[in-house]
């Protein structure tokens, strides 16, 4: 799964990144524990044009009364995003890329150990950029309001060395996918469970780290501060 991860590069260095169109947002503070509900950078496309903007992490499906109750999923699994009620909308015709500069996963306690998280991360330090759905929602009780846009990081099943900390991590997108991901019509959007299926482990380095992360109001480069021992 995916429950928290960083936010560090520059909205232009993002952009370059993710070789977007336009950039639709102001930059975001730097973060190094993104927690459900903030906003976070994504990249969408429409009429072939890709634009980097924000979207509210925490998917809000149409039907929601309000923005408090019900549920409001972070992640989306990508054996039922297709098919489920919830996500089979958005994952034909709204996908988007969401860049991350590594993300946190947490190693089960034993008995000989306390649950333990790690930092996971590209070795050359890049950006990874998660599959990503997104969705907008109107309040019903305000016909004024402007729409909420929200989003779910698509999880897998664990690949390589991220099996020996969890069963799940995110869709890791390698640069030839992106633009199907983000642009594939929704004719098209089936065979992308076929790429994704397809894809080798991704080349992550963990490190164990400081429990300072277990609060999500903790943030700063410290929490990247390898474990004692």
């Not at 996500?87 to 969401?98: E, H, K």
């Not at 150990?113 to 599959?131: E, M, N, S, T, Y």
């Not at 991590?169 to 397809?198: F, I, N, R, T, Y």
Request: proline content about 9%.
């Amino acid at each position: 799964m995916c429950g928290r991860f960083l936010s560090l590069s520059s909205l232009d260095d993002l952009a370059t990144h993710l070789a977007v169109d336009r950039v639709a947002t102001d930059g975001l503070p730097r973060r190094y524990n993104v927690a459900p509900s903030m906003e976070i950078y994504a990249a969408i496309e429409r009429e072939g044009e890709r634009r980097l903007g924000t979207l509210r992490w925490g998917f809000v499906p149409p039907w929601a009364k309000s923005l408090r109750g019900g549920r409001q999923p972070i992640n989306a699994r990508v054996e039922t995003v297709a098919t489920s009620r919830m996500f089979a909308r958005s994952f034909a015709q709204r996908r988007c890329l969401i860049p991350a500069d590594g993300f946190y996963e947490w190693r089960p306690a034993t008995e000989d150990h306390p649950k333990q998280p790690f930092h996971i991360a590209d070795p050359a330090g890049a950006p990874l950029v998660f599959a990503g759905i997104w969705t907008a929602w109107r309040d019903p009780e305000d016909d004024d309001a402007l729409p909420v846009f929200s989003t779910a990081i698509v999880t897998t099943e664990a690949r390589g060395a991220m099996a020996e900390l969890h069963h799940r991590m995110p869709v890791v997108l390698p640069p030839q996918l992106w633009d199907d991901w983000a642009g594939a019509s929704a004719q098209e959007a089936p065979h992308l469970l076929d790429a994704v299926a397809a894809l080798g482990p991704v080349e992550l380095t963990a490190t164990a780290i400081s429990t300072r992360v277990n609060n999500v109001r903790n943030d700063g480069p410290e929490l990247l501060e390898p474990a004692a021992g």
